[in-house]
């Protein structure tokens, strides 16, 4: 009966079993790719199920815009994984799973740890990380090495949240085998395993309680990362809330919204007047830290390594790339500005074209519907979930011209974008519930370009798989890798 639900609607998609629903097609196939096939069989809007669980998938920008936009307030929680905190109920829940009125509270205080200020602010711990990196690359330069580019950038994007994050001055740049480094890697590598126990949670999601207690009795018997990492945060959490330590950091905005949980959420005047509300619990805290460090490490680096692959196999998108930096830098790059950074507009279309191309985190870009309603015409009910299909959205050829599957940084012309539905371009989602770090991922991705284009042209090395090969676990990063070779700009080519 509840499998019936698109059928009433008019909506097509794939059969359903009734225990799987349909979730056996992305045994062997990645969701991006199933989506992208069911989209070119069914069209804009498709219905499927996680096992009893009804997805809406679409390209319907009408209908995204008021699902994530305008009316998001009916749409104001993500997808519910079976294996995650309970958003509502358990005290560690951050701003990723949190919904209704905790995710608004978490997500107030949070806003303002990326405002342009603060950035700003950042811009000169992030440079030193960027020296760094540029030893690191150095080295690969004088001798001409081939070098995996994504594990030099993940120990950079590592290092930056950690010190922005947490004030750790721990650096993976300097020490490949930093357990920071080697722990986060390996929450991420294990999200590209698809194992029993999250099968078993999609099929009975009403189990959820006891899926959440096998996992944690399975990291007894085998080491699980995501619990080191928790402990590990945690500790700093306590030592920082004891030293009155003040940083430049996510976490000391953070320590300073913090509140008892007994002595309630609001902090009254002696008029009993609210005076503040943006407040989180240690619990909070402690997992909003854990979230910025894996989210923030993740994705930047994954998105950088993109950007140098494009760059190594479209040598003349490089050459203009370059072009830009010398105007912007003529000498040296080895302190971009944050003005100068924000002005310039082809590195921006570079940034902008990659996350089209390969828009990372698309399994995140859904909402769940909470309560019944009727939008575009289409009758939505309490607990589906609405997915954008982003990809089938970013090599729409009728969105954005000139075969999708090439590098055209020119799609993000000032004009261009200006023609275009916004909601064409989603890799950071969209609406109140957008990625809130885009600001830092960008700042901290443009400044490792400019200085790395400004002293190195990227040439592909004879292990790059062209075109690269993918892998989607939580986001969808590079399989084997991406191996390049940097070649001194001016020297070399003078010789
Ligand atoms: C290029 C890099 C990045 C990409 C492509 C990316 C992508 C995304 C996407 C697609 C979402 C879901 C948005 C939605 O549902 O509408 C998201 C949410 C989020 N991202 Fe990012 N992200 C990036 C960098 C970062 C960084 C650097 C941080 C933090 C330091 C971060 C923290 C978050 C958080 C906390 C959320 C949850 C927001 C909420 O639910 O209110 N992300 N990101």
Redesign the pocket.
């Known amino acids: 009966e509840k499998m019936q639900v698109f059928g009433r609607m008019g909506i097509p998609g794939p059969g359903p079993h009734f225990l799987f629903g349909n979730l056996l097609s992305f045994f062997r196939k990645s969701f991006y790719i199933k989506y992208q096939e069911w989209y070119r069989e069914y069209g804009k809007t498709f219905g499927y199920f996680e096992g009893p669980t009804a997805v809406l998938v679409t390209t319907n920008l009408e209908l995204l815009h008021e699902v ?1 936009v305008k009316q998001f307030k009916k749409f104001h929680a ?1 997808k519910v994984f079976p294996v995650q905190v309970d958003p509502d109920r358990d005290e560690n829940v ?3 799973f ?1 919904r209704g009125e905790r ?1 608004r509270r ?2 107030s205080i ?1 806003n303002p740890a ?1 405002s342009t200020t603060k950035m700003r602010n950042m811009t000169p711990m992030i440079n030193t990380r960027i020296d760094h990196l540029m030893e690191v690359v150095d080295t690969y330069g004088r001798n001409r090495d081939d070098f995996d580019v994504y594990d030099v950038f993940q120990r950079l ?1 590592m290092d930056t ?1 950690a010190q ?2 947490l004030g750790l001055e721990n650096s993976s740049l300097k020490n490949p085998d930093d357990c920071w480094l080697k722990h986060s890697r390996k929450v991420i590598t294990d999200t590209t395993k698809r194992p029993l126990l999250f099968l078993l949670g999609f099929i009975f999601p009403k189990f959820h309680e006891l899926w959440i207690t096998i996992y944690k009795l399975l990291g007894y018997l085998s080491f699980n990362p995501v619990f080191w990492l928790e402990k590990m945060v945690k500790e700093i959490v306590d030592r920082r809330k004891d030293s009155q330590e003040t940083k430049v950091d ?1 976490l000391h905005l953070m320590l300073n919204s913090e509140y008892d949980p007994a002595t309630g959420i609001e902090e009254l005047d002696a008029t009993d007047k609210v005076v503040r509300k943006r407040l989180l619990t240690t619990e909070e805290l402690t997992a ?1 830290s854990l ?2 460090l894996l ?2 490490y993740e ?2 680096s ?2 950088l390594a993109y950007i140098f692959y494009e760059m190594a196999v479209n040598p003349e998108v490089q050459a203009k790339l370059q072009e830009e930096i010398d105007r912007y830098f003529p000498d040296q790059a080895d302190n971009p500005s944050y003005e100068a950074i924000q002005r310039m507009e082809y590195l921006d279309m570079v940034w902008c074209e990659t ?1 089209r191309k390969c ?4 399994t ?4 769940e519907c909470m309560e019944n309603c009727t939008i575009e015409g289409v009758k939505l009910t309490k607990g589906m979930l609405i997915h954008a299909n982003v990809w089938a959205l970013h090599y729409n050829a009728e969105l954005w011209g000139e075969d999708p599957d090439q590098f055209v940084p020119e799609r993000f012309t000032a004009e261009r974008k200006k023609m275009r539905n916004p909601m064409a371009w ?13 600001r ?3 700042l ?2 443009k400044m490792a370009m400019i200085r790395l284009f400004k002293k190195y042209t990227v040439v592909p090395s004879e292990k790059l798989s062209i075109p690269l090969k993918y892998v989607e676990g939580a986001t969808i990063i590079p399989k084997d890798g991406v191996s390049i070779r940097v070649i001194r700009r001016n020297i070399d080519a003078s010789r």
């Open positions: 994530f993500r951050h701003m990723f949190a995710w978490l997500r949070i990326f994007t949240i922005c994050g996510l909003q979230l910025f989210a923030g994705t930047t994954t998105t996350l828009p990372l985190a698309s995140v870009v859904a909402r989603m890799p950071f989602g969209s609406g109140p519930r957008t990625c809130v770090g885009l830092l991922a960008q901290q991705g």
